[in-house]
């Protein structure tokens, strides 16, 4: 994980807009901050109205490994929210050179990928072998692990996985770094939980993709750069991630109540995790 930022005590603000106009480019998160996964969050249609008349650079960063960046798009429609194609990026844009760097010139063996179908970034992933949907017993034949989706990822499976790690040691790669994401009525599992439970056991370091690694704000700023990063507010709900992430990336951060912290004290949260935002909000 990347350092923590220095212990301060966060500003509380009614949200974005209030704040907006000391920054020049805005870096939103979504499950927590503009939806609940389905359901959107009423405060985030205002806020992204605000951002856009302020006709400020926005990217919606997320950790998010379950869906293409299209299917995004239509979901953030269905939920009235208006994003092109190039504001949205996952953690998974770091795949393709990802893996180029751990391919050996002759690779004769594919990949693994855990992930729902249809699977994100078809070109390379219809490649892999999946290991979900009955996918496992395939698993001691794979060069490597593709983490994208918890979402048919099964107790069954992580056992045999975790034994053909073990058996034979290789490179897994979590395009969602997340333990958790917030639902309606849940916290459900992400891929980054089953990554430290196998690091844990194995030995193998996962790399991990997307938040709070720096990697991805360098692609996600990548034609920003002529902005300073300390005018760049990053919105999240998570410390370990949003807040953690924008810190080491040089950027500001408003951490939102209405997702990972809901119904906790954000503030006593954040300071027991000695990760605390510079602004606080009950919504975005
Ligand atoms: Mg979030």
Redesign the pocket.
């Known amino acids: 994980m990347p350092a923590k930022p220095p212990l301060r005590s966060a500003r509380r603000v009614s949200g974005l807009a209030e704040i907006l106009d000391q920054f020049d480019a805005v870096i939103l998160?979504?499950?927590?901050?503009l939806s609940l996964g389905g359901p959107a969050i009423d405060a985030g249609a205002p806020a992204l109205a605000a951002v856009r008349r302020s006709g400020k650079p926005l990217r919606v960063l997320?950790?998010d490994g379950a869906k293409s960046i299209e299917a995004m798009l239509v979901g953030h429609q269905g939920r009235g929210y208006a994003f092109r194609d190039t504001e949205i990026v996952p953690g998974y844009r770091l795949l393709e050179q990802t893996l180029a760097g751990h391919l050996p010139a002759k690779m004769e063996r594919a990949w693994g990928v855990i992930g729902l179908d249809p699977l994100p970034l078809p070109a390379l992933t219809q490649q892999m072998t999946p290991l979900t949907y009955g996918g496992i017993d395939e698993v001691d034949t794979v060069a490597g692990v593709v983490f994208l989706d918890t979402g048919d990822w099964r107790e069954t499976d992580q056992q045999r996985l975790l034994a053909s790690l073990r058996a034979e040691p290789r490179p897994v790669i979590v395009c969602n770094p997340?333990l958790t994401?917030?639902y309606p009525k849940c916290l459900s599992i992400e891929p980054g939980w089953p990554a430290n439970h196998l690091a844990d056991r194995t030995g193998v370091e996962p790399v991990f993709l997307g938040k709070p690694f720096a990697d991805i704000y360098d692609v996600a700023l990548s034609d920003l750069d002529h902005i300073p990063r300390e005018r760049i507010i990053a919105v999240?709900?998570?410390p370990h991630?949003?807040v953690l992430g924008a810190h080491a990336a040089g950027i500001k951060s408003l951490l939102v109540e209405t997702?990972?912290t809901r119904g906790r004290d954000a503030a006593t949260l954040m300071e027991q995790a000695g990760i605390v935002a510079d602004y606080i909000a009950a919504t975005v």
């Open positions: 998160d979504n499950f927590g901050v997320t950790n997340d994401a917030p999240g709900d998570t991630t949003d997702g990972f």
